[in-house]
C-alpha cells in the first residue's frame, strides 16, 4: 500500500512522542500489505474498524487513533488524521467519513 502521507505522522510524533515507534511500526506493514478489503485489514490489525467510508487505527495500545481513507483498487491508504484518546472522543475527525 501506498500511504499518504507520512508527515502527519511526522508530526504526531512531535506532540506525542512515545506514539513513534507504534506509528513506524504500522507504517512499515502498511507499505507491506496487499490489502483489497477490510477483511485483509482485520487479519493484520484485528481492532480496525470501519466507520462509514474511514477506517479507524488503534495505535499504542489504545492510546491514539490513526483515521484512515482506504481505496483499495489502487492500494493507497490516506491519513485523515492522528488522534489522542481524548482528541478522538470529541469526534471532531468524523467529517469527511460519512457514507454519501
Known amino acids: 500500500m501506498?500511504?499518504?502521507s507520512r508527515s502527519a505522522i511526522r508530526e504526531f510524533?512531535?506532540?506525542f512522542s512515545k506514539a513513534e515507534t507504534s506509528?513506524?511500526?504500522?507504517?512499515?506493514?502498511?507499505?507491506d500489505a496487499d490489502w483489497?478489503?477490510?477483511v485483509d485489514v482485520?487479519?493484520?490489525y484485528p481492532q480496525a474498524d470501519a466507520v462509514g467510508r474511514c477506517t479507524?487505527?488503534?495505535?499504542?495500545?489504545?492510546?491514539y487513533r490513526l483515521i484512515a481513507r482506504i481505496n483499495y483498487q489502487?492500494?493507497?491508504?490516506?491519513i485523515r488524521g492522528i488522534y489522542s484518546h481524548a482528541e478522538y472522543?470529541?469526534?471532531g475527525w468524523k467529517d469527511g467519513c460519512e457514507v454519501v
Open 13 to 15: 510524533c512531535q506532540r
Open 74 to 78: 489502487h492500494r493507497t491508504l490516506y
Open 56 to 63: 479507524v487505527f488503534n495505535i499504542h495500545g489504545n492510546r
Open 23 to 31: 506509528l513506524d511500526v504500522w507504517y512499515r506493514n502498511v507499505v
Open 42 to 44: 482485520r487479519q493484520m
Open 89 to 91: 472522543d470529541e469526534g
Open 36 to 38: 483489497n478489503s477490510l
Open 2 to 4: 501506498r500511504v499518504i
